[in-house]
């Protein structure tokens, strides 16, 4: 693993087997809420430079080149800081005997599995009790307006939720840690929160998010299409579930997308369950007609859902594996 040049002293701990404890961590504890009451979760902290930067840079009067500059600018500006931070706190991990123990915490609260486990799973728990209750839990998870989904509709929402941020939130952030050590995930998670904040294709964050959003996608280039590839792994191990659907959605249906990444997962978890996801969806001021992905049916059921969280487990273990399979080998030809 690159290390920025940074040999590590006698006190030196060997990221990957920190990595690997960190995913135990996040599997059993999650993002940690009684250390985040006292301490701002770390993409809190980002969103909060966002903010900033985007309140004093994106203004309505300027023109459409002078708030692509400026929006330019603040990712030049995030990626230095969040970079910076990162490659200080890699650091500590190398040279430090208990420098380590701020890097697992930082990255048992970046990685979200387990937190994205739980909110999917709060959907199917909130539908077993009455189609409201399914509302509420799913918009926690989705932009889209809650009110005109049905039950069908929450439960797709919920498993394209598990399908597509199992990227985002794990699959992502582990590779470019793999590579780049703390730096790289922070960086890419720095990027993939700018996107999610000011990469809208709309009036005031077109120009100014264009960098952001590009960005994003070159980032999840190669981990969407390895999330692809764990769930349909993952389909080998679940009943029921179609490898073969799986590996014939994403060819098919993959680019179907409006994004040139999520696709890759949705149509993953469409094919191996038998389902169409994605379509249109409604947002509290728009509807958005996009097309089906996979061939089956709509009407998802809440045992559609509990079949997406077993892929997701599964995928998760197959992520962990390659991870540990490397650590392995750094270990045995040291």
Not at 92 to 111: K, M, S
Not at 130 to 143: C, D, F, K, N, Q
């Amino acid at each position: 693993m690159y290390t920025f040049g940074m040999v590590g002293g006698a006190h030196a701990f060997d990221p990957l087997i920190l990595l690997l404890i960190a995913i135990f961590f996040d599997a059993y504890v999650g993002e940690m809420p009684g250390l985040t009451r006292f301490v701002k979760h770390p993409v809190v902290l980002i969103g909060n430079l966002i903010n900033f930067l985007d309140e004093k840079l994106n203004r309505e009067k300027r023109g459409d080149m002078d708030r692509m500059f400026r929006g330019a600018l603040t990712v030049v500006i995030v990626v230095c800081v969040t970079g910076t931070v990162g490659i200080c706190v890699a650091w500590l991990t190398l040279h430090h005997t208990f420098g380590w123990i701020l890097e697992l915490i930082l990255l048992t609260l970046i990685l979200a599995g387990r937190s994205l486990y739980d909110h999917v799973k709060d959907v199917a728990d909130g539908l077993e009790i009455s189609l409201e209750h399914g509302r509420v839990a799913v918009s926690h998870i989705v932009g889209r307006d809650p009110n005109y989904l049905d039950q069908h509709a929450v439960c797709r929402a919920a498993i394209e939720t598990a399908a597509e941020n199992l990227c985002d939130g794990v699959v992502a952030p582990i590779f470019w840690y793999v590579l780049f050590g703390f730096p790289g995930l922070i960086i890419y998670k720095a990027v993939n929160t700018m996107d999610s904040m000011i990469g809208h294709k709309n009036k005031k964050y077109g120009n100014f998010g264009m960098t952001a959003a590009r960005l994003d996608d070159v980032l999840n280039l190669i981990p969407a299409r390895l999330t692809g590839i764990f769930l349909m792994l993952a389909a080998f191990f679940a009943p029921t579930a179609s490898p073969a659907g799986a590996f014939k959605a994403m060819w098919r249906d993959a680019s179907k997308h409006r994004s040139p990444n999520a696709g890759w997962s949705e149509a993953a978890m469409a094919g191996a369950l038998g389902l169409a996801l994605a379509g249109p969806r409604r947002y509290s001021n728009k509807v958005i007609k996009d097309a089906w992905i996979g061939i089956g049916t709509a009407k998802a059921k809440i045992s559609d859902i509990e079949k997406a969280l077993y892929m997701y487990v599964v995928a998760l273990l197959i992520n962990t594996g390659w991870v540990a399979a490397i650590a392995v080998i750094r270990l045995s030809t040291e």
